[in-house]
């Protein structure tokens, strides 16, 4: 299909990991990028990867591309209730547009 | 740095009436880009602009028109309005195209009735 699918709620423990899944449609991506939205906010880019990278590690954040099966994922090590916010998974599809995910919210339980 | 600004944040319209989004940014980026979000959906691209005096469609662009007639502003503007542009719009900017990190408003939220 076209769109760029992801789960559309997650809901952990604080403490634990938290892993946001997510497919893509373009296998000629060059970037791939995670961002956060938090309440009443716009969006902010939390994190990318370039579609060369196997993998891309970011303090808590870990990164891990699936090229083949045009999957990727964030995993949040030690989560917060900070990180609570919702996930949006993006590729690039031409050179002056993003396609988005709908997006993902973690709720982050104390 | 104010970043990219969106006004209204709020806006109820009847059918039929018009209204423009405004939105600046004080970064001096080249790139513009209008999104809306559809509960469940995810931004859909509106238009975008590469440049002052440039604008071009995106994924979803009746019933909307843009203007970029400097580097700092990029409206939106929506003519005869619909129930079906009930949304959450977005604009963003960014220094480059896609593969450049790009900054968001707060967004409107937009309800017709």
């Known amino acids: 299909g076209e769109d760029v699918e992801q789960s559309l709620f997650l809901s952990v423990r604080e403490g634990d990991s938290s892993v946001i899944n997510c497919t893509y449609t373009?296998?000629?991506?060059?970037?791939l990028y995670w961002y956060k939205q938090e309440p009443g906010a716009g969006l902010q880019l939390l994190t990318y990867i370039f579609s060369n990278m196997d993998m891309k590690q970011d303090q808590r954040l870990t990164v891990l591309l699936n090229k083949k099966d045009k999957h990727l994922s964030l995993r949040i090590a030690d989560t917060q209730t900070g990180d609570s916010a919702i996930y949006f998974c993006a590729e690039v599809y031409n050179n002056n547009d993003m396609r988005f995910g709908a997006g993902t919210r973690l709720t982050v339980k104390p | 740095n104010a970043g990219v600004t969106q006004t209204p944040k709020f806006r109820i319209l009847k059918i039929g009436q018009s209204m423009t989004l405004q939105c600046t940014q004080d970064m001096n980026h080249n790139y513009m880009y209008w999104y809306r979000q559809d509960p469940g959906m995810g931004l859909k691209l509106i238009y975008y602009s590469v440049g002052a005096g440039i604008t071009d469609k995106g994924e979803v662009p009746n019933g909307y028109n843009v203007s970029r007639s400097t580097t700092e502003d990029f409206p939106l503007r929506l003519e005869l309005a619909a129930p079906s542009q009930t949304s959450v719009y977005f604009c963003?900017?960014?220094?480059?195209?896609?593969?450049?990190?790009?900054?968001f408003g707060q967004g409107t939220r937009l309800t017709v009735v």
């Open positions: 373009d296998s000629s991506s060059t970037y």
């Open positions: 963003a900017s960014s220094w480059q195209g896609a593969g450049t990190e790009a900054f």
